[in-house]
């Protein structure tokens, strides 16, 4: 394969890629520099772990190297997390550049965040929600001369899941000129491919790694069928296995909701495991101090919901576990990613109940390939099967008089806040809407009650009537 100084990278890009280990491009790497140095936009789908992000930050900071000026890219991309990763690359790969990049996300100081805007930097990376929010409301900073839009983690962007960026997206696109390049990169980049070639209409050149298999040869990819009700203790013999045998090793474990995540952080702390959470439930400071401890092998497990299933670039993680079966095959693709990078080793070992074995032959239909049983010597998870039940009990019994319900009901509010909407004038019309409904509803009972009242009345009429002509035809006959 050819060198990054064949690819049309100057010698100190190529120097400064050296000095972070990245010696040789790897194909997503080779086959889409070219073409963006060259103008055209790019949609580029290879599989995790394989180096979509040097792939387009090497190339737009070689042209950001001739023409430097501000706000020269844009990178849009799903989580706060991922912002500040991709951040990262762009400020140690374009350092001799001076590079100045500004992270825009929610959950943090807006003020701070319009200021440095406002400072024109060469790069900004974005979570759509909160761009669109300085769009709407400040005019201190423009989009227009901007050079390259780039979408990482695109197909998710675009998707109209759980968080819908749609809105958002049309405030961003509106913003940016028609004349730019624009990149978009995904692991799973084909449900939605459509809709992506729409936003990179020049010339766009289209590249996807020629494999059959969809999830990268290093990973071991399990599966272990457990009944529902016993999961949790199958989760604490599994990672005590690991840990036991594999000291270094780091394990994400994945669920599916915010409530699950914390449950199980607060239980495996219980069993004194060295485990930290992260979902949206938590503030901002929060997910990231859980997410530097991981990264930095202080607490080697993780567990988290999809917040962190897609991006995240840790090298130590050598496990996966999904607490739940994911139910969509590109969740899963994205959430086993998370290990197995770069050319490392790794597995992936999901739980199966009886219910979710529909969901197992969906995800190997998508990744074209079978999933293989991880066994398990169920004496060791009987002996911790009543510990681990009392043990969860007592963490949801403590979780509930910590209002984790309350606090969804507060960030609720802060959403609406970050959307521009008083949260308190919302709650008086959601209030008024209510009594409305409310009213008429009492309105239409009344009505029919009238008129079952009047029906009532006309029947007992007709009735007396009838039984006044039979006692006067009676009275006749007696005459
Ligand atoms: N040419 C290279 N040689 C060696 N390592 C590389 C090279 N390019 C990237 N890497 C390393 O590979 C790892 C994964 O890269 P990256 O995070 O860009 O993957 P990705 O394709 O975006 O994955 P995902 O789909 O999960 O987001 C990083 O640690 C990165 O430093």
Redesign the pocket.
């Known amino acids: 394969m050819a060198a990054?100084r064949e690819l049309g990278l100057a010698p100190w890009l190529v120097e400064q890629?050296r000095q972070?280990?990245?010696?040789?491009?790897?194909p997503?790497?080779a086959a889409c520099i070219p073409p963006v140095l060259q103008g055209r936009d790019c949609l580029g789908c290879?599989?995790?772990?394989?180096?979509?992000?040097?792939?387009f930050v090497l190339p737009v900071l070689q042209a950001l190297s001739e023409d430097p000026y501000g706000i020269f890219c844009l990178v849009l991309t799903p989580t706060r997390e991922?912002a500040y990763?991709i951040a990262e690359?762009f400020r140690v790969l374009g350092k001799p550049l001076g590079l100045k990049d500004c992270v825009v996300v929610g959950g943090l100081d807006m003020v701070a965040q319009a200021l440095e805007l406002a400072r024109k930097p060469h790069v900004v990376i974005a979570t759509p929600g909160r761009l669109a929010d300085h769009l709407r409301s400040s005019n201190t900073f423009s989009l227009k001369k901007l050079k390259f839009l780039v979408l990482?983690?695109a197909d998710r962007l675009l998707e109209q899941e759980c968080t819908d960026f749609t809105e958002d997206l049309e405030v961003i696109l509106g913003a940016v000129p028609a004349r730019r390049q624009t990149l978009l990169?995904?692991?799973t980049l084909t449900d939605t491919l459509n809709e992506l070639k729409s936003l990179a209409m020049n010339k766009p050149f289209f590249w996807e790694a020629l494999s059959e298999v969809r999830t990268v040869d290093e990973l071991d990819q399990r599966y272990l069928l457990v009944p529902e009700t016993v999961k949790d203790a199958y989760l604490v013999h599994l990672i005590q296995t690991f840990q036991d045998e594999h000291e270094d090793w780091s394990i994400i474990v994945f669920t599916k909701t915010c409530k699950d995540c914390q449950v199980l952080n607060m239980m495996l702390r219980k069993f004194n495991f060295p485990s930290v959470a992260l979902h949206s439930m938590m503030k901002q400071r929060q997910r990231f101090a859980a997410l530097a401890k991981f990264k930095s092998s202080i607490f080697r497990i993780l567990i988290a919901t999809d917040v962190a299933a897609?991006?995240?670039?840790i090298?130590a993680v050598q496990v996966v576990i999904n607490h739940n079966t994911p139910g969509l095959p590109k969740i899963y693709i994205?959430r086993v990613?998370?290990t197995a990078?770069?050319?490392r080793h790794g597995i992936a070992i999901t739980m199966v109940t009886q219910y979710d074995i529909h969901l197992v032959h969906a995800i190997e239909d998508e990744i074209k390939l079978k999933l293989q049983e991880f066994s398990v010597e169920e004496r060791f998870v009987l002996d911790i099967l009543t510990q681990v039940y009392i043990t969860r009990r007592d963490c949801e019994i403590k979780l509930e008089g910590m209002d984790f319900d309350e606090k969804k009901e507060i960030n609720k509010r802060k959403q609406m806040i970050l959307e521009g909407k008083d949260p308190d004038l919302e709650a008086k019309r959601k209030a008024e809407l209510a009594k409305i409904k409310k009213k008429n509803k009492q309105f239409r009972e009344k009505i029919q009650q009238t008129l079952e009242e009047k029906k009532q009345l006309q029947l007992k009429k007709k009735l007396q009537k009838r039984t006044e002509r039979q006692n006067r035809l009676c009275a006749k006959e007696e005459k």
Do not use: I, M, Y
């Open positions: 990054f890629a972070l280990g990245l010696s040789r491009p790897t997503v790497q290879a599989k995790t772990g394989s180096g979509k992000t040097a792939a991922l990763q690359q990482d983690e990169f995904s692991a897609r991006g995240l670039d090298p994205h990613g998370r990078r770069a050319g």
